[in-house]
């Protein structure tokens, strides 16, 4: 996953975005099922926001609560959802 802090650095085309913090328990787990999803969509760009990092991005995208996940296809936001995910969630939540 490619750590961001603008929108700029987002490409919307077919990707994921994950917004945490360091010190959120969900986040952190959440990062390793990401991964592992990650391996198996190459055409998938996976990004990740620290949002204590990034606040003006987390203001613009709207996050009120951590982990949040955003899928991104044809340059518009498709989905959103917030709160830990398992492996089989995510790879629903990216189809």
Known sequence: MKE??????????????????PYCGPC?????????????????????????EAEDLVDELGIRGVPALI??????EEKRRVGMMTIEQIEEFLN
Not at 71 to 76: D, I
């Open 28 to 52: 952190q787990l959440i990062v390793e099922n990401l991964k592992f999803v990650e391996t198996k969509h190459p055409e998938i760009e996976f990004y990740e926001v620290n949002a204590e």
């Open 4 to 21: 961001i802090t603008k929108s700029e650095e987002l490409r919307k085309e077919n990707s994921l975005l994950k917004v945490g913090t």
């Open 71 to 76: 899928r991104y296809k044809n340059g518009e």
